[in-house]
């Protein structure tokens, strides 16, 4: 397994810590003028999501994560595992629950998302950033109204509940960011 | 950005290019000049001698943790080293009967770029033959102050600064255990524990607990440390645990490291060895310089130096937050 030391340390490079695959989000060099040196790194656990902060001494080094972001599309969910497919080689390949983790609340069918995989296996998905999807659930429009900016809940065809503006009605289709679930405008048919 | 390029086949091809626009703005470029304006005004008016040594010697400091940058020329024979500091330098010119001596000077660390840091760097280093650690602390402060820098000033001891910003109350006689909770208790996730020396544990508390705690505390002198930390300083003949060595940071930020300068060439060799001993050990040997300690063999004047680091006085006198902003080019990452 080839092994990573902290001179090649920078954002983005992928590292096994603990057994989980981890992404270096920021690494600080610090050392007194006559003293050892050590890498302040902080991480990002690819697994989890969670963000923690680890000193190594300079010169030690840590075992690299085969970690690889690709882009699939989303085929079907067999109501265990959601399938994916490469769209070029058409290779087929399933993703776990806990894989698919909140990227299942954006997600319809047929989107190119990116897949993380870990050994070959996903182990994280992300939606597209922007997604445009139906109201299937809301209270009833206020028409005419669209300066006061006032918001409503509204639930989308896919279970996602996000806040709209009032005059939205069950059946608009909107824009959505998936990364802050922030409702961006209503969608151009 | 993209550029042109003229690539082996002789035809244009496009590619991704390297930034070539300097990383200092150009009121970085006079902030540094007119700091090296009042530098050299300081020392021309306190009758200091401004000297300009190589920066390729033969030899190096053995210090473990200084690496030098190894250099081989194809026209002189032997190996060569881009110098750490002019300390070496410095202290022959002593030896001559030079008398007061400063540099304002590029020096070289192979050691990567951050934040604070950058492997080629500017020095500002002066000897003052006569004078006490004290009388140096005054001085340092009198340059502060002449450059624009008004922080309050501290003046502790190692130990003093321990107990209060890092809570160990004995540092000097703490071992691996005491260190190791100290590290642990202020939120220090190690990947690989330190082992049972003091040492690593000392650096790691003084990088990772006092440097940060020192940002809200102005100008701070840190004195009397401990002996093993001594690098090329006298240790305190009323105090042989202790090394008559300051440090000063300002805002945080590790800004200059003075000695009461070790004169014994009996002692300067048997710390050589031991570094050269262990660097043998670690596979990565030095030559050291003889010339040096030939020099203190024929006698270097009672004197203390200093040497500060001008990039990060830079980056204090102007508020910038990375070293690359205050340089005229930084190294590329």
């Known amino acids: 397994m080839a092994t990573i030391s902290t001179s090649e340390f ?16 920021e690494n600080e ?26 000193t190594f001494k300079s010169g030690d080094s840590v075992e690299a994560a085969d970690v690889m972001d690709t882009e699939y599309q989303y085929s079907y969910s067999d109501g265990e595992l959601f399938h994916f497919m490469h769209p070029e080689s058409f290779e087929q390949i399933a993703a776990d629950e806990t894989a698919m983790g909140d990227a299942l609340k954006w997600l ?12 070959g296996v996903p182990i994280s998905v992300s939606p597209p950033n922007h997604v445009s999807l139906a109201i299937t659930e809301t209270d009833p429009g206020v028409r005419g109204d669209t300066a006061t900016g006032g918001t409503k809940p509204a639930t989308l065809e896919t279970g996602a509940v996000v806040r709209v503006p009032l005059f939205l009605d069950v059946g608009d289709v909107i824009r959505v960011d998936t990364r802050t679930s922030e409702y961006l405008s209503r969608a151009k048919d | 950005m993209r550029a042109f390029l003229f690539g082996g086949s002789g035809v244009w091809t496009m590619s991704e290019s390297i930034n070539w626009q300097p990383s200092a ?10 700091l090296y304006a009042a530098i050299r005004e300081f020392f021309t008016r306190r009758a200091v001698l401004e000297v300009d040594v190589p920066m390729l010697n033969r030899g190096t400091v053995p210090d473990l943790n200084i690496d030098s940058v190894p250099v081989r020329l194809s026209a002189v024979a032997g190996q060569h080293y881009l110098q750490t500091s002019p300390e070496l330098f410095h202290k022959r010119l002593l ?11 590029h020096v070289f660390r192979d050691e990567p770029s951050g934040r604070y840091h950058q492997p080629e760097f500017v020095l500002l280093e ?9 009388g140096l602390m005054d001085e340092v402060v009198a340059l502060l102050r002449h450059v624009g820098l008004e922080r309050p000033v501290q003046r502790v001891t190692y130990q003093q600064a321990f107990a209060r910003w890092v809570g160990i109350e004995d540092v000097l006689h703490a071992d691996s255990s005491v260190l190791r909770a100290a590290a642990s208790a202020h939120g220090i996730d190690l990947v690989e524990d330190l082992g049972e020396e003091p040492l690593p544990w000392l650096h790691l508390l003084q990088a990772q607990v006092l440097e940060p705690a020192l940002r809200t505390e102005g100008a701070v002198l840190i004195t009397a440390w401990p002996a093993q930390q001594a690098a090329l300083a006298r240790l305190d003949p009323a105090h042989p645990e202790l090394a008559l060595r300051f440090e000063l940071y300002v805002d945080g930020i590790e800004l200059a490291n003075g ?3 070790l004169r014994d060439p009996v002692e300067q060799r048997a710390r050589f060895s031991a570094e050269l001993a262990q660097r043998k050990r670690e596979a990565r040997p030095v030559n050291v310089d003889e010339a040096f300690l030939d020099a203190l063999d024929a006698g270097l004047p009672a004197c203390c130096g200093v040497a500060l680091g001008i990039d990060r006085l830079l980056m204090v006198l102007t508020g910038a937050q990375q070293m690359r902003d205050v340089v005229a080019f930084a190294i590329a990452d």
């Open chain 2, 126 to 134: 002066w000897y003052r033959p006569g004078f006490t650690l004290e």
């Open chain 2, 95 to 105: 030896a001559a009967g030079s008398g007061p001596i400063y540099q304002l000077g």
């Open chain 2, 25 to 34: 703005t150009q009121e970085m470029l006079q902030a540094r000049a007119c």
């Open chain 1, 108 to 119: 319809k069918g047929q989107e190119m998302v990116t897949l993380t995989l870990w050994n």
């Open chain 1, 29 to 54: 060099f610090v050392k007194p003028g006559k003293g050892q040196a050590f890498s302040r790194v902080r991480l990002r656990n690819l697994k989890t999501g969670r963000v923690l902060e680890k």
């Open chain 1, 10 to 25: 920078k954002s983005g490079v992928k590292v096994l810590l603990d057994g989980d695959p981890c992404t270096i989000v």
């Open chain 2, 259 to 261: 000695y009461d300068e």
